[in-house]
């Protein structure tokens, strides 16, 4: 009986393996309490208010590969256990991309502008878009230069299809430009964005409103956003939108495009050997959760971790993010891995 039993054993393991089941392991999820921890999200206090919670706590690792180049501590939010659980982990850097969602050129000096007197785009103000400028320029693009050399790739996404311009000017899923296309995309680009006017209708000056109920037709007719034609000129949307200048893009980062769909997205990336996604972009309870690019696609398929203070959240009514940006990084960490900046280290004799 034993034998037969057995023998039953190493059949439904062969079974299970002929299925293509992913093979399981046990995983001990008891939690230390840490003790006095330092403040998450502390390092860009102007982008992202740090996290303060009252209960943390310390897990094993999630990920220790063999051969690990990269060591990512990261944290997530459980109502369940009552507080924040952090959780070392090591990834091979060549099973690793990094992806920024929607760094859109706007207003940076390529020549897509923000369109007058109403129009909106990306933070929806061109002061707004200054300041997330300066996020690029202070946190996104040094970390790029920083990982580029430990990880298999670079990615960023950008909304359309990749149009005959940005094909000459980025590397895609499918193919690579030359230098000489490069320069020659650059020109076209420069030639396109110059040709649109940047003009849209003024903010309405009379309403028509019923007389029980205004407020309605108040919000009907004048939107707290309306970024369709109305207000930024009929083909905004349909112009080539460039990786924002303030990044240094270098030519073996990609480009993908949302119009093409998450699976052309998925497939590049795991025919490329990708098993974990640092994930960064804009905004971060918008574009950076539901696009194509966005961890509500990726976490399905990848271990995805969120750079919290490498993403920006919109924020209405606000001069500064950091507030809105701590929200939207803490609810996302309900489902998903938070990291940081300062938490993804090259590890001590690993080479690149």
């Known amino acids: 009986m034993k034998r037969l039993v057995g023998t039953l054993s190493v059949l439904a393991l062969a079974a299970t ?12 999820n008891r939690l230390k309490v840490l003790r006095d921890p330092a ?20 897990a094993a690792p999630l990920l220790d590969q063999e051969g690990a180049t990269i060591g990512l501590r990261a944290w997530r939010w459980s109502y369940n256990a009552r507080g924040i659980i952090e959780i070392p982990n ?24 923000t369109p007058q007197p109403a129009g909106c785009a990306f933070q929806c103000t061109p002061e707004k878009n200054q300041l997330l400028r300066k996020h690029v320029r202070q946190v996104v693009n040094p970390m790029l230069k920083r990982l580029r050399p430990h990880v298999a790739m670079v990615m960023y996404s950008l909304p359309g299809t990749e149009d005959p311009i940005r094909k000459k000017l980025y590397r895609s899923v499918r193919s690579k430009p030359t230098a000489r296309q490069r320069a020659q995309g650059k020109r076209e680009l420069t030639a396109k964005l110059a040709s649109f006017k940047y003009e849209g209708q003024p903010l309405p000056q009379k309403l028509q409103l019923d007389k029980e ?3 309605i037709d108040y919000f009907r007719q004048f939107q707290g956003l309306n970024a369709q034609a109305r207000f930024n000129g009929k083909g905004f949307w349909q112009l080539p939108i460039p990786v924002i200048q303030d990044i240094e893009v270098a030519e073996e980062d990609v480009v993908a495009y949302d119009g093409e769909g998450y699976k052309l997205l998925r497939d590049f990336l795991k025919q490329n050997g990708i098993r974990h996604v640092i994930l960064a972009g804009y905004n971060t309870d918008m574009c950076v959760c539901s696009t194509t690019a966005g961890y509500e696609n990726l976490r399905r398929d990848f ?11 919109t924020f209405p009514a606000n001069s500064k993010p950091a507030y809105a940006t701590n929200a939207a990084v803490s609810f996302a960490a309900l489902d998903l891995l938070i990291t940081q900046d300062s938490w993804i280290k090259p590890l001590k004799g690993a080479t690149p």
């Open 303 to 313: 271990n995805v971790f969120l750079v919290g203070d490498a993403t920006v959240a």
């Open 213 to 215: 109920l205004p407020v």
């Open 39 to 58: 403040p998450l999200l502390a390092d860009h206090p102007e982008f992202i208010q740090p996290i303060q919670d009252v209960q943390r706590f310390e």
């Open 90 to 113: 090591r990834l091979r850097g060549d099973q690793t991309a990094v992806v920024v969602v929607h760094p859109w050129g706007i207003d940076d000096g390529q020549g897509w502008h």
């Open 17 to 28: 393996l002929i299925a293509g089941e992913p093979e399981k392991r046990a995983y001990d």
